[in-house]
Nanobody, 126 residues
Framework: QVQLVESGGGLVQAGGSLRLSCAASGRTYSHYIMGWFRQAPGKEREFVAA???????TYYDSLKGRFTISRDNGKLAVYLQMNSLKPEDTAVYSC????????????????????WGQGTQVTVSS
């Protein structure tokens, strides 16, 4: 079992930055792939970024360059640095985890992630 708790969301003006954090707990964190997803009002949850235990990462194409995912395995944490934020980035951002031993590449689909946090609200004002 892996428990995930997000923090760092809030209200920011367009062009600003936020850093989201996800604290993980559980015995098997070491080989888990960690991901971030977001869900805007009226839209489906979508993939943002994910990172493997070794630091390999993948991003939703349109977010690459503005968003950066990282992890601190010693602190059992994963982060999402979001720069140059736009109003369309407004969403609930959720941290997710899945056992990396089942995948040869970093998964990007919601159904591939087993554990989820409650989410943190990010609101970008224009």
């Amino acid at each position: 079992q892996v428990q995930l708790v997000e923090s760092g969301g809030g209200l920011v003006q367009a062009g600003g930055s936020l850093r989201l954090s996800c604290a993980a707990s559980g015995r098997t964190y070491s080989h888990y792939i960690m991901g971030w997803f977001r869900q805007a009002p009226g839209k489906e949850r979508e993939f943002v970024a994910a990172i493997s235990w070794g630091g390999g990462s993948t991003y939703y194409d349109s977010l690459k360059g503005r968003f950066t995912i990282s992890r601190d395995n010693g602190k059992l944490a994963v982060y999402l640095q979001m720069n140059s934020l736009k109003p369309e980035d407004t969403a609930v951002y959720s941290c997710a985890a899945t056992d990396g031993t089942f995948y040869s590449s970093i998964p990007r689909a919601r159904y591939q992630y087993v554990y989820w946090g409650q989410g943190t609200q990010v609101t970008v004002s224009s």
